[in-house]
Structures are given as C-alpha cells and as structure tokens.
C-alpha cells in the first residue's frame, strides 16, 4: 500500500511565507510527477505545481515567482515553498503523486491535504 502525508500548513501572515512537505511511503517501485493542488472553499480544486521525477518545474500563473516546487527523490517527499503569501492563497492543499508499485500498478496518490489560512 501507498500513501501521501502532508505537513506543514497553518495561519500566516500576508507577505509571509511557509513550506510544505509530502512524504510518500510504502510499497514504493517508482515516484514519477509530484504535484501541489488547492482547493478553496466554493472554489474548483486547481493544480499549482508540479515537478517530473527529473526536476522540471511547471505553476499555475497565479503563484509565478512566489511559489517553488522541489523534490528529494531519495526520500521520495515533495516540497513547496510559499513566499509572499495572499490572503487569495487561502485553501486545503492537497500533494498528488503517480506512482508505480512494486506489484507494477501505476497510479494516482492523493494525501489528506493541509490547510493554509493566509489572514492578518
């Protein structure tokens, strides 16, 4: 069994920052893209960054030069920066990853998802 935990959200500041992590573990053959997504309330969920298991970096325009995706593929965990964060931030961020088992099932993983809360 696979699974995505994440960490890392709470209460912010505008103008802050915060990182968030996601950890996949289990029974683990290959980790490819990792993805950050939000989903606000009222709002449709939208993808906000995602990384290859090569490192190219793709973000939704919103968070262009504010966010930044990383991975350590050694620890299969992906990361994301949040700088300068908005009060427009504000959401449940969810980690999604594709993975292949070590049965060789290739599928989507979703974690639990963290809350980001961006309020003075």
């Known amino acids: 069994q696979v699974q995505l935990v994440e960490s890392g959200g709470g209460l912010v500041q505008p103008g802050g920052s915060l990182r968030l992590s996601c950890a996949a573990s289990?029974?683990?053959?290959?980790?490819?893209?990792m993805q950050w997504n939000r989903q606000a309330p009222g709002k449709q969920r939208e993808l906000v960054a995602n990384?290859?298991?090569?490192?190219?970096?793709t973000y939704v325009d919103s968070v262009k030069g504010r966010f930044t995706i990383s991975r350590d593929n050694a620890k299969n965990t992906v990361y994301l920066q949040m700088n300068s964060l908005k009060p427009e931030d504000t959401a449940n961020y969810y980690c999604?990853?594709?993975?292949?088992?070590?049965?060789?099932?290739?599928?989507?993983?979703w974690g639990q998802g963290t809350q980001v809360t961006v309020s003075s």
């Open positions: 289990g029974n683990i053959r290959t980790v490819y893209d």
């Open positions: 990384i290859t298991n090569r490192g190219k970096t």
């Open positions: 999604t990853s594709v993975i292949r088992d070590l049965a060789g099932r290739l599928q989507d993983y």
